[in-house]
């Protein structure tokens, strides 16, 4: 029986090439995120190009309800999950504290934090249940640094540090494999987002250096996957060459 993954956030970016690889090594997938024309889009291409099967779940994960239904509402045989992927995430607005929108810094939290917690607590259970899984957290750089006017993003994704860490140790009686992955700049939506689909100011960000591709994080994700079942990769960093800390980067204008 093929093994299962389940990505969150898979209709674009990082999410989106994680299932392209996962689907590449026959992994059957449960797609998840907000815009269904994208995950059908996602369905199509996977299930005509491999033999995979490929279910799609349009989500909000800040929706506790709409969470529990849909992950429950699944068949016993889909939740026989190997590999979660908790990848949707987002950050909007880069002002300093006293000028940042509470709105923003609400989205934040309730995507990047309460919606992995709430994608977590019931897949952990059923790889509990199975005394078997790997759980990939996607944290980032911002994670383990703080940047100028990152401030509620940058709490996130140390939030996830934090989660991952606790993770890997109340599940360690299951034999559940649990990673952080921790990325530097990735070209993706991710700016657009960020600067509220203002286009030129993201792509600002990525120009004059190299920055990593969403193909980088998902065959690094990978490597973590394929590992012999008794090694655990705990957490991984991963920068663009030109890039060595957040406030370090080399462009080349
Ligand atoms: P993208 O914007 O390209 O993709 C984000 C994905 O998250 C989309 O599929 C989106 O789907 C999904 N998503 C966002 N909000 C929600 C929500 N409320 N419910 C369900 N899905 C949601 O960004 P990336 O691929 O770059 O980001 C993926 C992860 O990687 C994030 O956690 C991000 O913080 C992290 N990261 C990104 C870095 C970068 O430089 N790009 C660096 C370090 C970490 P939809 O809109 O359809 O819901
Ligand atoms: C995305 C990378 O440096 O923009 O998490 O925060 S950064």
Redesign the pocket.
């Known amino acids: 029986m093929s093994k299962i993954a389940l990505i ?8 989106e090439a994680c299932a392209k690889l996962f689907a590449k090594q026959g992994y059957d997938l449960i797609l ?4 269904t024309d ?1 995950l059908q889009q996602i369905q199509n291409t996977l299930t005509t190009q491999t033999r995979i099967r490929v279910k799609t779940l349009t ?4 929706d506790k309800m709409e969470v529990g239904n849909q992950l429950e509402g699944l068949s016993d045989s889909w939740k026989a999950v190997d590999v979660l992927i908790n ?5 909007i607005g880069l002002e300093p504290i006293n000028e940042g929108s509470t709105d923003d810094w609400d989205t934040m939290i309730d ?2 934090v309460k ?1 992995l917690l709430y994608v977590s607590k019931i897949v952990s259970n059923w790889m509990v249940e199975r005394k078997q899984g790997h759980i990939i957290n ?1 944290g ?2 911002a994670g383990k640094e703080t940047y100028a006017n990152g401030n509620v993003y940058c709490a996130t994704k140390h939030a996830v540090d934090s989660l991952n860490k606790a993770m890997r140790i109340d599940l360690l009686p299951y034999g559940i494999r649990v990673t952080g992955i921790h ?4 070209e ?3 700016s657009e ?1 960020r600067f509220k689909g203002d286009t030129e100011r993201a792509k600002e960000v990525y120009q004059g250096f190299e920055p990593l591709s ?1 193909e980088d994080i998902a065959d690094t994700i990978w490597f973590t996957v394929s590992r012999p079942a008794h090694v655990n990769i705990n957490d991984l960093v991963i920068m663009p060459t030109a890039q060595a800390s957040t406030s370090h980067l080399k462009r080349t204008e």
């Open positions: 969150t956030g898979a209709t674009a970016g990082i999410g998840t995120g907000r815009r994208r989500l909000d994960v800040r990848n949707a995430g987002l950050s995507t990047n919606g996607l980032s750089i990325p530097g700049a990735v993706t939506e991710f987002i969403a």
